[in-house]
C-alpha cells in the first residue's frame, strides 16, 4: 500500500474476503477518485465488499455514491462442491449462499452507509429503470458468458463520456480464466465507445469516449 492510500484506507481492508490482488485494489481506488469527480459508480458484483471498500472510499473523498449491484447468492463457483465455496457463508436455513450480512458489516465497519448504496437484484432486474448516469463502472459478477455480456449490455450505456470502465478478472491465457470478462472488454472495445486507459493485472481500465467537439450529446 502506498503512502497516499495508507492514509485513507484502513489496514483491515485487506483481510476482507474478495478477489481483488493488491495492485488491483489501489489501481481502482485511483481510478474511483477521478471518476467520482463526474458522477456516480456503480460495482456489478460486490461479493462480502472489498472492492466496494475501495470503490467507497474514494469516492466519499469527493461526496460521491457507489451503488453495489449484487445478488449475493453468489457466482456459479461460489455454490457448494465448486472451488470457490465459503462455508462461513452458507446459510444453512436458507440453504443457499449469502453474501449480504457480511457484505453489510464491512461497510458500517469502514463508515460507508451514506456512501454506498446497496442492490441485492440481478443486473436484468436493477436496470429496467435505472435513470443516473454514471462516472464510473466496475464490472465484476458472474463470470458466464451470458452473465457477463448482460451486465455489460445493461449498464455500459449509462457511462458518460470520459467515465471509467473497469473489467475484472481478464486474462491472455485461457487457461488462467476469465475469458468471459475478455469477451466483455474485445465488445466494447470493437464498439468504438471505450479506449484502452490501463491493464493492472487482471484489472482493465477503459475509458467512455468523449463526444467530438460539435456534435450532440
Known sequence: MNDR???????????????????EALALHAA??????????????????????????????????????DHHRGSEEHQRGEM????????TEQAQMDSFREFRRNM????LEDTVVPVVSSSAVAARHWQT????????????LDAALTDYRCWAWHLRPGG????????PDAAAGGQAPR???????????????????????????????????
Open 5 to 23: 492510500a495508507r492514509n485513507i484506507l484502513p489496514a483491515w481492508i485487506e483481510e476482507v474476503r474478495g478477489f481483488l490482488a493488491a495492485d
Open 32 to 69: 474511483a477518485l477521478e471518476a467520482s469527480r463526474l458522477g456516480a459508480i456503480l460495482e456489478v458484483g460486490s461479493y462480502c465488499g472489498k472492492s466496494t471498500l475501495y470503490l467507497g472510499l474514494a469516492a466519499r473523498a469527493h461526496g460521491g455514491t457507489v451503488f453495489a449491484l
Open 84 to 91: 470457490f465455496h465459503d462455508p462461513a457463508l452458507f446459510d
Open 108 to 111: 458500517a465497519r469502514a463508515g
Open 133 to 144: 448516469p454514471l462516472g464510473m463502472l466496475f464490472i465484476d459478477g458472474g463470470h458466464s
Open 164 to 171: 471509467l470502465l473497469a473489467i475484472h478478472d481478464v486474462y
Open 183 to 217: 469477451a466483455v472488454l474485445r465488445l466494447a472495445l470493437a464498439s468504438g465507445l471505450f479506449t484502452r486507459r490501463a491493464q493492472v493485472g487482471s484489472l482493465a481500465l477503459l475509458e467512455r469516449c468523449r463526444a467530438p467537439a460539435g456534435s450532440p450529446g
